[in-house]
């Protein structure tokens, strides 16, 4: 399994950026894929993911409202559309994957997702 992120990059507060994770090497509609980020000094957390086959999402009460994850199940690809940037919102964001539906418990640690992308950078200025 194979997970490519893009789409990071800079933005002033307000604005928006739209991060894109390709998967290859599994179907990747019957698994939990989501959208972690780390900010430096800060736990690994989940702002948005997709629980398993059925579409059900979870997101972070910090994003939501601002973000809205999304997939393409024909290109194995997942986004995160990000708007409303706040300079908290910085913090390099990883997509992650697990296998079957996660529940949200278990969506919310880290440990519980194998597969990682490299991660890309988001930073926010105020």
């Known amino acids: 399994v194979q997970l490519q992120a893009s789409g990071g990059g800079w933005v002033q507060a307000g604005g928006s950026l739209r991060l894109s994770c390709a998967a290859s090497?599994?179907?990747?509609?019957?698994?939990?894929m989501g959208w972690f980020r780390q900010a430096p000094g800060k736990e690994r957390e989940n702002v948005a993911t997709?629980?398993?086959?059925?579409?059900?999402?979870y997101y972070a009460s910090s994003v939501k409202g601002r973000f809205t994850i999304s997939r393409d199940n024909a290109k194995n690809t997942i986004y995160l559309q990000m708007n409303s940037l706040k300079p908290e919102d910085t913090a390099v964001y990883y997509c992650?994957?697990?296998?079957?539906?996660?529940?949200?418990?278990?969506?919310?640690?880290?440990?519980?997702?194998?597969?990682w992308g490299q991660g890309t950078q988001v930073t926010v200025s105020s």
């Open positions: 992650a994957l697990a296998p079957g539906r996660l529940i949200v418990s278990q969506v919310r640690d880290a440990k519980n997702f194998g597969s």
């Open positions: 090497g599994l179907t990747f509609s019957t698994y939990t």
């Open positions: 997709f629980r398993g086959s059925d579409g059900d999402t």
